[in-house]
């Protein structure tokens, strides 16, 4: 697993244990080379983004409990492939990111001043 350092390089803050997410599913939005889909970028999924996101073929709101998903609903923090929220971006459908929970390597694929813009915990 990468060093837990978010944007700031700081220590990474946990993105949601209730609904448990990240790719090691340790509360944080943790990574490693082994996560191809870096889900790094912590959000609060909003009922737009999750219709969105469905549409695009990755249906979060419906729960699968074979994985132990229990589905997201508007309002949950999750931690989110950095593509996809840039696509989500791209489409005006991107939800708000929690920058201090936000893994560095979601840099590689999201400029930071994209993610501040959309930026739920800065003053």
Not at 8 to 28: I, K, N, W, Y
Not at 47 to 74: I, K, M, V, W, Y
């Amino acid at each position: 697993m990468d060093e837990s350092l978010n944007v700031f390089d700081e220590a990474l803050e946990s993105c949601s244990e209730q609904p448990l997410t990240g790719f090691f599913r340790d509360g944080c939005c943790n990574t490693s080379d082994q996560d191809v889909g870096s889900h790094t970028v912590c959000v609060q999924v909003t009922a737009d983004f999750l219709e969105f996101s469905r549409f695009r073929g990755n249906d979060l709101s419906t729960p699968q409990p074979e994985f132990g998903f229990p589905g997201l609903e508007p309002g949950d923090r999750w931690c989110l492939c950095a593509a996809r929220w840039l696509e989500a971006h791209e489409h005006g459908m991107a939800p708000k990111v929690y920058l201090r929970r936000t893994h560095k390597r979601a840099l590689e694929i999201v400029p930071m001043a994209t993610l501040r813009k959309f930026a739920a915990d800065l003053n």
